[in-house]
Every structure is written in C-alpha cells, then in structure tokens.
Nanobody, 115 residues
Framework: QVQLVESGGGLVRPGGSLRLSCAAS????????MGWYRQAPGKQRELVAR???????YYADSVKGRFTISRDNAKNTVSLQMNSLKPEDTAVYYC?????????WGQGTQVTVSS
C-alpha cells in the first residue's frame, strides 16, 4: 500500500513561483511513474505533469515551459517547480503514483494564484 503526502501549496501572486513536494511511502520504485494532477473549481481533473521510470517527462500544454517535475528516487519524493504562475493555475494539486494497473493519490494541496 502506497501513501502520498503533498506539501508546499499556498497563495502566490501572478508571475510568482511555488514548489510542491510529494512524499511517498510504501512499495514504490524508480520504475513507477509519478506525477501531478490538478482540479480547478468547475473543471474536471487534469494531468499537469508526469515523470516516468526512465526519467522522461510529460507536461500539459498549459504548463509547458513554466513547470518542471523532478523526482528523488532515494527519498521517494516528487517535486513540481511552478514558475510564472497564472490565475488559471489555481487548483487543488494532487500527487499520484502509478503502480500498474493501480494508481495512488495524495490528499491534495491548494494552490491559489491571485493578485
């Protein structure tokens, strides 16, 4: 059983930066994909970024060039560096881990981008 705990959310001004972290515990390895989803009010949950076992990454078009996902396999943590934040980035951000065919989710952390 895998548990994921997010941290680092908060309030930031447009154009600012924020770094989210996800601490994973349980049976997870570097071969498992991990990443971040987000859900804004009135919208469906969307995939923001993902990092695969081989180190390759995926980013949603809306965040490409602004967000960077990374992982520390030794510490079982995944981070999301968010730069040039926009109000439309406001959402609850959820960490996930893919252990095929199952997915595990954290409780979420609120990110609010507002002037």
């Amino acid at each position: 059983q895998v548990q994921l705990v997010e941290s680092g959310g908060g309030l930031v001004r447009p154009g600012g930066s924020l770094r989210l972290s996800c601490a994973a515990s349980g049976s997870i390895s570097s071969s498992n994909a991990m990443g971040w989803y987000r859900q804004a009010p009135g919208k469906q949950r969307e995939l923001v970024a993902r990092i695969f076992g081989g180190g390759s990454t995926y980013y949603a078009d809306s965040v490409k060039g602004r967000f960077t996902i990374s992982r520390d396999n030794a510490k079982n943590t995944v981070s999301l560096q968010m730069n040039s934040l926009k109000p439309e980035d406001t959402a609850v951000y959820y960490c996930y881990a893919q252990i095929y065919p199952n997915a595990y989710w954290g409780q979420g952390t609120q990110v609010t981008v507002s002037s």
